[in-house]
Structures are given as C-alpha cells and as structure tokens.
T-cell receptor, first 114, second 111 residues
Framework: ETGVTQTPRHLVMGMTNKKSLKCEQH?????MYWYKQSAKKPLELMFVYSLEERVENNSVPSRFSPECPNSSHLFLHLHTLQPEDSALYLC?????????????FGPGTRLTVL | SQQGEEDPQALSIQEGENATMNCSYKTSINNLQWYRQNSGRGLVHLILIRSNEREKHSGRLRVTLDTSKKSSSLLITASRAADTASYFCATAPRGTYKYIFGTGTRLKVLA
C-alpha cells in the first residue's frame, strides 16, 4: 500500500455516460496528479494540483474535468468520452510540486469506453 | 527517441540470474527515479538517484547514473519470480517539476 487509494478500480462506460474517478491520499501531501497510461505508450501527465490549485493542464480535452476539493482528494469527472480514452488512469501525490520529491501512485482505475 | 526511454523493451531471465535495464534521456536532469509496475496496477517507487550521484544501492537493486552519457541502469541481482513486472525510469528535466516516464522494460523471471 502506497497511501494513495483510487475508486473504482474498474469502470466500463458508454460514450454518453457521465462518471467520476476518485483519488484519496493519506500521506499529508500537497501535490496531486492525474496520469493516463495507454498500452505501449509512456505515461501521460494530465493534470497537476498544488495546494488545491490546478497548476498544469497538459492540453487535455475538456471531456476530462478535474476537481480538487482539498489536498487529500482528487476527482476526474468524465463525460462524452471516446473509445480511445480507454486506459489505466493513475493518481499520484507528492509532498510538494518539486522534482526532488518522489511521487506515490495509487493502484489505478481501468477505464473501458464502449 | 524520447525523454526517459528504457532498453530493452522486454527481458526474460531465469530465477537467480541478474537483470539489467537501461534508461536514456535527452535533457539535463535534477534526478532520475526508477519505478516498478505489476500488471495493471499502480507504480511503486524503487529508488531515486540525484544528478550529482553516480551509484546507489537498495537491497538487491543497484542504480547507476552517467550524466555525460545521459543514461542510467537498474540492476536487479539474484532475481526472483516476484520481480516479474514492468520497470520505468522517470526523469525531471532541470528547471521543471514534471516527471517524464518511458514506455518501460517488461521483465519476466522464470521459476
């Protein structure tokens, strides 16, 4: 256990559905991240939050909408997704938003878009 | 090639043998980290090596860093079946906080 939990672990949704992914960290960290991992592709950084403020949005389509209500929780709201959005979505946290800090990952949510 | 590229893409060895994986990157970095990922799960941090360090050990893991060649290697000694996983290097280009991950090396240790 890394201290970062994600729910649900698996999600199947249609293109017209709206769903949310949840991430919670119990480490007292100030920075949280969403990554997308597709088969045979490098991890893609999607969003970065530092002290509940979004500090990075890596050209992610608007059908992905993050929310960080406090430093322990991070959500990824999904709507009108495409089949190519099927992937493993990983949440991570780190003490600060600094390169010297190790990032701790959750187990991921396996998303399938039909 | 891209920042943080692992080599080989796949590696299959017998239990008890050593496994070596390499990582190459393109820009100057603050540090380099190695992570392990079991199939379909999250990444687990293994070791961090700073740009002013050349070698670091952690249990059966040995990591080297050659900043002149912009490369790093991860050596797992006396491998076990439980070491079967994908291994990723992650680099943060100097001046940034964003880690860039490679596509990983898939290691299979046969019992």
């Amino acid at each position: 256990e890394t201290g970062v939990t994600q729910t649900p672990r698996h999600l199947v949704m249609g293109m017209t559905n709206k769903k949310s992914l949840k991430c919670e960290q119990h480490l007292g960290h100030n920075a949280m991240y969403w990554y997308k991992q597709s088969a045979k592709k490098p991890l893609e950084l999607m969003f970065v939050y530092s002290l509940e403020e979004r500090v990075e949005n890596n050209s992610v389509p608007s059908r992905f909408s993050p929310e960080c209500p406090n430093s322990s929780h991070l959500f990824l709201h999904l709507h009108t997704l495409q089949p190519e959005d099927s992937a493993l979505y990983l949440c991570a946290s780190s003490p600060q938003r600094e390169s010297r800090d190790t990032q701790y990952f959750g187990p991921g949510t396996r998303l399938t878009v039909l | 090639s891209q920042q943080g590229e692992e080599d080989p893409q796949a590696l299959s060895i017998q239990e008890g043998e050593n496994a070596t994986m390499n990582c190459s990157y393109k820009t100057s970095i603050n540090n380099l980290q190695w992570y392990r990922q079991n199939s379909g799960r999250g990444l687990v941090h293994l070791i961090l090596i700073r740009s002013n360090e050349r070698e670091k050990h952690s249990g059966r893991l040995r990591v080297t860093l050659d900043t002149s060649k912009k490369s790093s290697s991860l050596l797992i000694t006396a491998s076990r079946a439980a070491d079967t996983a994908s291994y990723f290097c992650a680099t943060a280009p100097r001046g940034t906080y964003k880690y860039i991950f490679g596509t990983g090396t898939r290691l299979k240790v046969l019992a």
